[in-house]
Nanobody
Framework: QVQLVESGGGLVQAGGSLRLSCVVS????????MGWFCQAPGKEREFVAG????????YYADSVKGRFTISRDNAKSTVSLQMNNLKPEDTAVYYC???????????????WGQGTQVTVSS
């Protein structure tokens, strides 16, 4: 069974930074695409950023382009999301997801982390 363990959420003031990490227990075709999604209270889950393990192609939601950076460390089976210039509207629970292959749609990912809270105060 594939497990994803997230870390790095917290409380930060607007304009601040946080770094989220996701460790994947198994790197196979079944986990070849990785994505970060967020869900704020009362809202639907949204795509934030994604990356592929093989060539490291990256994808971003328009709302985070230029502020967030997704990266991978193949040796550590870890995907990270560096979040800079955070805004109050970024407040949400952030989830790491894995699936074959990369997709913008959360429903295409069979494996999910437990989620980590990100709160940005104004």
């Amino acid at each position: 069974q594939v497990q994803l363990v997230e870390s790095g959420g917290g409380l930060v003031q607007a304009g601040g930074s946080l770094r989220l990490s996701c460790v994947v227990s198994a790197r196979t075709f079944a986990t070849s695409g990785m994505g970060w999604f967020c869900q704020a209270p009362g809202k639907e889950r949204e795509f934030v950023a994604g990356i592929t393990w093989n060539i490291g192609s990256t994808y971003y939601a328009d709302s985070v382009k230029g502020r967030f950076t997704i990266s991978r460390d193949n040796a550590k089976s870890t995907v990270s999301l560096q979040m800079n210039n955070l805004k109050p509207e970024d407040t949400a629970v952030y989830y790491c997801a894995a699936g074959p292959p990369f997709s913008f749609r959360g429903q295409d990912y069979p494996y999910w982390g437990q989620g980590t809270q990100v709160t940005v105060s104004s």
